[in-house]
């Protein structure tokens, strides 16, 4: 069946720049991960969804970061006011449960570049 | 002291060894361990996941897991020069309720013919 699909694969844009990137998990799987490889960096966790709720928002770097999930499936992460910083690789993950011993399947990331 | 380490390498193994990955954690009640591998340019893609003590094999690859002494590994058997990527060890914290993974810095492996 279809993995995870995130779009786009690959963002450009001005330091000042809002950006959206999107997470299309695997059909039925009901936790959604975002996490951040920046250069050299390992993966740093941002926000999970369970459903279209977010109980877990601890790794969003700073209020420029927000998420939405709707319909229990595709997911939007926005980051408003770009920095040279939030230059990185975006990851989205999903999992058929949350808890024990679910893996979680990565999608092929957005590779974002600020300017 | 971070939550998963490993070391960063490169671990260079001869084609046709035993290329031998570690990984050690921190949160004494962690129940799931996972082992991804990332290739340059990509995204991880799961190889193992084992969460009870012992050893779990699939294909060339073992995993094995020592809840005591808190530390996971990862042997790749008759290493190929497409075993060549970055191996990521993540861990599943008892301290999370809402199952994110904590990441090693990950291990390079490079295969040399």
């Known amino acids: 069946g279809a993995g995870v699909s995130q779009s786009p694969s690959n963002k450009v844009t001005e330091k000042g720049k809002d950006v959206e990137l999107r997470c299309d998990p695997i059909?039925?799987?009901?936790?959604l991960y975002w996490y951040r490889q920046s250069l050299g960096q390992g993966l740093e966790f941002l926000i999970y969804f369970q459903g279209n709720s977010a109980p877990d928002k601890s790794g969003l770097p700073s209020d420029r970061f927000s998420a939405e999930r709707t319909g229990g499936s595709v997911s939007t992460l926005t980051i408003q006011r770009t920095q040279q910083e939030d230059s990185a690789v975006y990851l989205c993950?999903?999992?058929?449960?949350?808890?024990?011993?679910?893996?979680?399947?990565f999608g092929d990331g957005t590779r974002l570049s600020i300017l | 002291q971070k939550e998963v380490e490993q070391n960063s390498g490169p671990l260079s193994v001869p084609e046709g060894a035993i290329a031998s990955l570690n990984c050690t954690y921190s949160?004494?009640?962690?129940?799931?361990f996972f082992w991804y591998r990332q290739y340059s340019g990509k995204s991880p893609e799961l190889i193992m996941f084992i969460y009870s003590n012992g050893d779990k094999e699939d294909g060339r690859f073992t995993a094995q897991l020592n809840k005591a002494s808190q530390y996971v590994s990862l042997l790749i058997r008759d290493s190929q020069p497409s075993d060549s990527a970055t191996y990521l060890c993540?861990?599943?914290?008892?301290?999370?309720?809402?199952?994110?993974?904590?990441f090693g810095a990950g291990t390079q492996v490079v295969v040399t013919p």
């Open positions: 059909s039925g799987h009901t936790a």
């Open positions: 949160d004494r009640g962690s129940q799931s």
């Open positions: 993540a861990v599943k914290l008892a301290t999370d309720s809402w199952g994110k993974l904590q």
């Open positions: 993950a999903s999992s058929f449960r949350p808890r024990g011993t679910e893996p979680q399947h």
